[in-house]
């Protein structure tokens, strides 16, 4: 009797065990698709250069749009207006005052379909209304890819000769007395793009446009300046203010403190000076030697 009490015992505890397992189971299913909805439904991050350019009053573009209006257009008329509809034969599209007052097709639609046989274009009237309002929509594409600085595609950077790069760095641009390879510029251009690069080599300040498009910038480090006074007591802080009259600067206890220049000694530690310094000295050459240099340290 005991055993067979013990039994049912066992199987209604394994019966329970199975069925919270599958309980589990379901709910972690179920919280699973519950995510995957969200994160379809979540709105996508919007290209920068897409935001900008609505910010400055451009219509975004239908990717898909253009795309289909790409494969239309290249096969059919790119051996006279070129393969980007900046022209050939043809005449330049990008730019043409028909197709940036046309809307889907409305303007440049009866000239595809009917073409300009005194021009040698022939007609091509199979094209449908929705194909042709692709193809309008690429070649509005193009002319926003040219209007919009922020989508233009930079092209090959390096340029210089890397070993006279090295040679400066360590030599005439005294620039590895405040860098280091295996330091602050250890694996630099694996960080950024060589534009970036390239731009924070010559102004190390954060860009404007970093903070306009939400990029995560680290704040530049400060200025620092050491007043000395007549007594001979040195007073040092983050530098505020500078002329040939005033300066003013935040002590290390976080006080406000000004004096008048005519008595006391200043020295302004810059740590952007160096480089703004070299503006005026780098030759055009040593400038692209010093970034094909830095696009080593990868």
Known sequence: MSHRYFGAVAVLLLFASMSSGQADQAAKAEKQKTANGQAKDAPQKENAGDAIAALMGG??????????????????????????????????????????????GDV?????????????????????????????????????DVTNRFAYKIGDLITGDAHKGAAF??????????????????????????????????????????????????PSAPTKVTVQLASGERVSGVLDHL???????????GWYRSFPRENVTVDVQDPRAAHEGLLPKYSDQEMHDVFAYLETLK
């Open 108 to 144: 440049i639609g009866p000239i595809i379909r009917n073409g300009r046989p005194e021009r040698g274009m022939p007609p091509f009237s199979a094209l449908s209304a929705e194909q042709i309002a692709d193809i309008s929509t690429f070649l509005h594409s193009r002319a926003a």
């Open 243 to 253: 002329d040939e009259f005033t300066v003013s600067m935040h002590d290390a206890a």
């Open 59 to 104: 219509t975004p573009i239908d990717k898909e749009a253009a795309e289909r209006g790409r494969k239309i257009f290249v096969p059919a008329c790119g051996f006279c207006h070129g393969n980007d509809a900046h022209g050939k034969s043809g005449p330049d599209l990008v730019r043409s005052a028909l197709v940036l007052h046309d809307n889907k």
């Open 169 to 218: 760095f360590n030599g005439d641009g005294h620039c590895a007395s405040c860098h280091s390879t295996t330091g602050d510029l250890a694996h630099v251009a694996a960080k950024y793009e060589p534009v970036e690069l390239q731009r924070r080599m010559l102004y190390p300040a954060p860009s404007l446009i970093d903070v306009f498009l939400g990029r995560a910038v680290a």
